[in-house]
């Protein structure tokens, strides 16, 4: 037995093989989302297309924001476009920060390493919130008193959400066919897999199919 508080139901239309991955950066990133108040007429911004930035950006939208993603990579942004983000923009290049300089309500930040955080509070509206959601080691380099004060904007951090919340998000998902971009891979292949990641070689989670466990078993 196990109480009614730490159960989920899984609604009807929801995509099983990205459940999983919705439980986890799907909630990381909808929790903040829905905190702050995110809705239709804000701007936000994404930074990172990973697996927690590419739900960041498909739930910001479901929650009807205008979305910019922000990457250091040319290669990423028609990736970012085809997960529906309405703009991108290479954080590399210093033509297009300045275009975006305080145009946003919220920012996203789901880098997981160190990085620079100035340059995207200087995009940031007056009141504007920036969220940390990958980030667990010290800010480095510093973050710039300046870049908070004189537009009184916020930093902020999320980690995860409660039961009622993940139940909210398992529904929108099931509603408007949100999914989490898993790659199916068998139990013999897990180690081949965890090398895969450690190159970064994944879009953007592994999902191992339970059946193929049991035919390993009857093997």
């Known amino acids: 037995m196990v109480s009614e508080h730490f159960v989920l139901r899984m609604p009807e239309g929801i995509d099983l093989p990205s459940a999983a ?13 829905k905190h702050y108040g995110v809705k239709a007429g804000h701007k936000v ?54 275009a975006v300089a305080e145009t946003f309500d919220f920012m996203l930040d789901t880098v997981p390493v ?15 919130t920036h969220i940390l959601v990958g980030l667990m080691d010290p800010i480095e380099p510093a973050v710039e008193g300046f870049n908070l004060i004189f537009k009184r904007r916020v930093l902020a951090g999320s980690l995860i959400g409660g039961i009622p919340e993940t139940q909210e998000l398992l529904d929108l998902c099931a509603e408007q ?10 139990i013999d292949e897990i ?16 999902v191992i199919d339970m059946q193929s466990l049991k035919q390993g078993d009857a093997a």
């Open 21 to 33: 991955p919705i439980l986890c950066a799907g909630i990381t990133t909808y929790s903040p989302l």
């Open 45 to 98: 911004g994404v930074i990172g297309m990973g697996g927690l930035g590419h739900m960041g950006v498909k739930l910001a939208k479901a929650l009807g924001a205008e979305v910019t993603v922000f990457t250091r990579s040319e290669a990423k942004v028609e990736e970012a476009k085809r997960h529906g983000a309405d703009h991108v923009v290479v954080s590399s290049d210093e033509a297009q920060m300045e």
């Open 114 to 128: 160190q990085h620079d955080l100035n340059p995207y509070l200087a995009t940031l509206r007056y009141d504007g």
């Open 177 to 186: 066919g949100i999914t989490c971009d898993v790659e199916m891979i068998n």
């Open 191 to 206: 180690n081949t897999a965890f090398e895969r990641m450690q190159k970064g070689d994944v879009r953007y989670r592994f």
